[in-house]
């Protein structure tokens, strides 16, 4: 297949990485028919209901409501993520039923969602005019819809957008990077895109199968990408800032074992390719900035659980308080002073035994009293990933001596001389 307007110079980065992206699609489909007629094709194969699902969609209604939680956390990460400003200018790309333009729409943002087939964006239409109820911050709608090959042809707009969301969109495309090309030449030069989709399944795996099965009956595209063949769309299509994350949904007691692993969750699993994109380093910077102050204790030493907001003692070092228990999880640390203190045998007249564990073993046992309550421990570490464990039975509260504060505090940490692994 040929589209217009994409030359054919097969030495070109974009060419190699095309042809690799879609050497899996079966041959001889008309994807762009199998895109405008999808909904059709459903309701022909599966029933009328499908109309009714795509006008409430997300909300399924199952018997099985998973697909309904990962749409919809999904889509609040990314709106909490991208920290928009009131009436921002949204799109909402390959945007369906328009679900995410609605949303946004009732937040207050004016929303253009766009999408190539006629079928789905009259259905998109009907599920904002049949709403009686505007966003409260304004008295009327500001959401519209466009019918438009965003592969072949940028839409045309009055003003440019300052976000577009890409929700299970990118990998329908049979080249993306044009798609990303035309949306940015509607966006402002500091907008950010959102995408959310998911991961390319192994070879050969249900998933991926299943992926082919529905790609020749519907002749719709269904290849997620890796995420390093995502990385490169993103750079060839100008967007060289960017930013993948892992979504963590739900309610998590509060101990270690589960912290640990939502912890793994978020830096083993590829299932999904959640990325915000912008070709703006300033515009850009302001999500990894938020990025870099998630509690971190120093630089290559995170806090898992345990401690309290960074404080300055009078001598300028920074420290914070912990509870009972703390964790902290080392990357890239060869060797690091961890200076540890107490306050909490001066409250309590009592000795203080603190517990050091480096990955599950004891490392070292602290013995603190009202004539000695500060050290500083050279930690050199065997691997470049560690989980540190900081353990202590006793604890005060400032409140218990009439202050205003009524965290439970068991000692103080920070870190100095800090060696990375290279
Ligand atoms: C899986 S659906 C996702 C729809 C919507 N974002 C949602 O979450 O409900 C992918 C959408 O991309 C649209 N699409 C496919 N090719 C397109 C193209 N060339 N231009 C615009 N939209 C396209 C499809 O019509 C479809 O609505």
């Known amino acids: 297949m040929k589209l217009k307007g994409w030359k054919n110079n097969k030495d070109s980065e974009e060419d190699k990485l095309l042809n690799e992206i879609n050497a899996i699609l079966p041959s001889n489909i008309d994807w762009k028919k199998g895109a405008k007629a999808y909904l059709r094709q459903l309701v022909e194969k599966k029933g009328e209901h499908n109309i009714r699902y795509h006008l409430i969609k997300p909300f399924l209604g199952g018997p099985d409501f998973n697909p309904f939680f990962i749409d919809f956390y999904n889509f609040l990460n990314i709106v909490q993520k991208l920290d928009l400003e009131m009436k921002s200018r949204v799109i909402d790309v390959g945007c369906g039923s328009g679900w995410l333009a609605y949303y946004l729409g009732k937040m207050g943002h004016t929303t253009l969602g766009i999408d190539i087939s006629e079928e789905l964006i009259e259905l998109a239409r009907k599920r904002v005019e049949s709403d009686p109820y505007p966003p409260f911050i304004e008295f009327d709608w500001k959401v519209s819809f466009m019918v438009c090959d965003l592969e072949e042809s940028t839409p045309r707009v009055d003003e440019p957008f300052d976000a577009a969301i890409f929700e299970s969109v990118l990998h329908h495309f049979y080249n993306p990077i044009a798609v990303l090309r035309n949306v940015s030449s509607i966006l402002k030069p500091e907008g950010v895109i959102a995408i ?222 800090i060696k990375l692994f290279k």
């Not at 083993?268 to 900035?289: H, M, P, W």
């Not at 003692?313 to 920074?318: A, F, L, N, Q």
């Not at 964790?327 to 045998?345: G, I, Q, W």
Request: hydrophobic share 30%.
């Open 196 to 417: 959310s989709e998911g991961h390319m399944p192994e070879k050969n795996t249900s998933n991926f199968k299943e992926n082919l099965e529905l790609m020749r009956t519907y002749g719709t595209i269904e290849r997620p990408f890796t995420r390093k063949q995502l990385k490169q769309i993103l750079s060839i299509a100008g967007f060289n800032h960017f930013q993948f994350y892992n979504p963590v949904n739900g309610l998590f007691t509060q101990n270690h074992r589960i912290a640990e692993r939502v912890y793994r969750t978020i830096v083993t699993d590829n299932y999904f390719n959640i990325v915000l994109a912008s070709r703006s380093e300033t515009a850009f910077r302001k999500y990894v900035q938020q990025e870099k102050d998630y509690d971190m204790l120093e630089s290559g030493i995170h806090i898992v659980t345990g401690c309290y907001e960074r404080e300055t003692s009078p001598e300028g070092k920074i420290y914070r308080w912990s509870g009972p228990e703390c964790r902290l999880r080392t990357e890239n640390v060869k060797r690091f002073d961890l200076v540890l203190s107490s306050h909490c045998p001066h409250y309590t007249h009592q000795p203080q035994c603190i517990r050091i564990f480096i990955d599950n073993s004891p490392y070292q046992t602290i013995d603190f009293d009202e004539e000695k309550s500060t050290l500083s421990l050279d930690i050199a570490l065997n691997s470049s990933s560690c989980i540190i464990d900081i353990v202590s039975e006793n604890c005060f509260s400032p409140k218990w001596y009439q202050q205003m504060d009524s965290r439970l505090l068991s000692f103080m940490i920070g870190c100095e001389h």
